[in-house]
């Protein structure tokens, strides 16, 4: 039988604007996610899945595939998740993906003014790829593998089991979600109607990584009230806020920054400044995956206002800090089968299984805690949520390859 082409499907799902956004307090986010939401109900129905179905408010897409085991109560119903939407980091409007092929470990050029250039100088990754075929960006947009990649490799699973019965399964669930990017993917999924016992987002990157770990997030918001006055006659009455949200990062550890660590190192990231003498605003996103250190570091974040305010004044700088999600782990423990399962196939298939915290967080941390256990799977994409975003083709076969694996371990 002809094997079914993710790739196809991907180039296709790529072109499509899901960009979502933080700012705009509705749920999708963007309306524009629904576009491929739509795109895939309608692949699902065609392609003969089950229980298929479109929540037209929120934007989450349904379905299921049958057991075709004789007894269909031996094996538990095994779920996959992905998400639709992309970063709002850099747009995500006509994608233009380019193939490249049998890479040759030299620098790419991706934009047609010969600036944007992927290099494995700056990504020395780049070179575990020569002789593979790679998808790249023209330098304008992001790729959207993240996660787009996901949903074609789940996408490729389902209408591959669809089409072929001999291979043993029992009943697997499927799921696309919107806003997973700006950590609202969960907020409406419908965990009865997904039917799931247990699950796998598919939304990581590098061929083999497993992950299981994942950091306690929290977002810090500091708003700082000042006091302008002409600064020819400032003295001893300027209180000039945007310095002070200055002050109050170098209170911060220098060296607890996104730019200085890794693994499973904390950090505190200011991802956004505004403002002037009168009014400023910092927002920061504040992780670890060890809950003490998380802990630590919002008292920190709290500390370091109360010293501004006990220097300046009460009031000076108003702060908040609001959790938004944990560290999946300790959900995870209890059901290692879902990792070993899924290192088996990885080792079957030729493929070294790594152990691999996540630096961020993922649909799957919240449907851990409330109550779906859910670990995550690569997806051989690579430099997510940029213009030097790109993805393997080898590695994105292989991973529809690990999903089938894994389908066949639980039937």
Do not use: W
Not at 358 to 378: E, F, H, M, Q, V
Request: proline share 4%.
């Amino acid at each position: 039988m002809e094997k079914i082409d993710v790739i196809e499907k991907f180039l296709r799902y790529v072109k499509v604007d899901t960009q979502s956004d933080d700012t705009t307090g509705t749920s999708p986010s963007t309306m524009k996610q629904h576009d491929l939401a739509r795109m895939l109900y309608k692949e699902l129905c065609d392609m003969g899945a089950s229980d298929v179905f479109y929540d037209e408010e929120h934007c989450y897409v349904y379905a299921s595939i049958p057991s075709n085991l004789k007894d269909k109560n031996d094996a538990p119903a095994i779920g996959f998740v992905s998400h639709m939407d992309t970063s709002d980091e850099v747009s995500g409007k006509d994608v233009k993906p380019r193939i490249v092929e049998k890479y040759d470990g030299k620098d790419i050029t991706l934009s047609s003014d010969g600036k944007v250039v992927l290099s494995p100088k700056d990504f020395p990754e780049l070179l575990n790829h020569i002789g593979e075929d790679l998808i790249v960006t023209d330098g304008t947009t992001l790729l959207g593998a993240d996660d787009k990649a996901g949903v074609s490799e789940i996408m490729t699973m389902a209408q591959t089991l669809l089409t072929d019965s001999s291979i043993p399964h029992g009943d697997i669930k499927i799921a696309f979600t919107p806003d997973e990017e700006i950590g609202a993917g969960t907020a409406y999924f419908d965990l009865e109607k997904f039917g799931a016992r247990y699950a796998y987002t598919v939304d990581g990157g590098k061929l083999g990584e497993l992950e299981y770990e994942n950091f306690n997030a929290a977002e810090g918001i500091i708003s700082v009230n000042g006091r302008s006055v002409h600064p020819g006659d400032a003295k001893n009455k300027m209180i000039n806020a945007a310095l002070i949200c200055y002050e109050f990062h170098s209170l911060l550890p220098v060296f607890q920054n996104p730019m200085y660590t890794e693994k499973r190192e904390g950090f505190f990231h200011l991802t956004e400044v505004n403002g002037g003498t009168e009014k400023a605003t910092a927002s920061y996103i504040i992780r670890d995956h060890d809950e003490k250190l998380f802990e630590q570091k919002k008292e920190l974040f709290l500390a370091a206002a109360a010293f501004l305010n006990k220097k300046y004044g009460e009031g000076t700088v108003e702060v908040t800090v609001r959790d938004q999600y944990y560290n999946m782990i300790g959900k995870i423990r209890p059901h290692m089968h879902l990792v070993d399962n899924a290192k088996k196939v990885m080792e079957e298939l030729g493929i070294t299984p790594i152990d691999s915290p996540i630096r961020g967080g993922t649909d799957g941390a919240a449907l851990s805690y409330k109550g779906l256990p859910c670990p995550n799977l690569c997806t051989g994409g690579y430099n997510y949520h940029g213009k030097y975003e790109y993805a393997s083709i080898q590695e994105m076969k292989k991973v529809v390859d690990i999903l089938l694996g894994i389908v066949s371990k639980y039937a």
